[in-house]
């Protein structure tokens, strides 16, 4: 488990990537590099407020043992709706 004070999510992914996502430490913060694919549904998560989980590694590997998940850890009452 990783905390960070920002999170990118940088969709520069090509779906020929022998990746299925990649993600690195930049300063105090993460950087995960994904597909439009993944970006696009990552964003339909974000909006319904829906837990999203990012498989990072290889696409040929046996096991994948690292993701990158976005938790809904509470719910808010009162959305800024602007």
Request: glycine share 4%; with cysteine.
């Amino acid at each position: 488990v990783t905390g960070a004070s920002f999170v990118v999510f940088n969709a520069v992914l090509k779906p020929t990537s022998a990746y299925l996502a990649k993600f690195s430490i930049v300063e105090d913060g993460i950087m995960v590099q994904i597909t439009a694919e993944t970006m696009e549904r990552l964003r339909h998560a974000l909006t319904h407020k829906k837990d999203f989980k990012i498989p990072c590694g290889r696409k040929e590997a046996e096991y994948l043992t690292e993701y990158v998940e976005v938790v809904w850890v509470y719910e808010d009452e009162k959305p800024n709706i602007g």
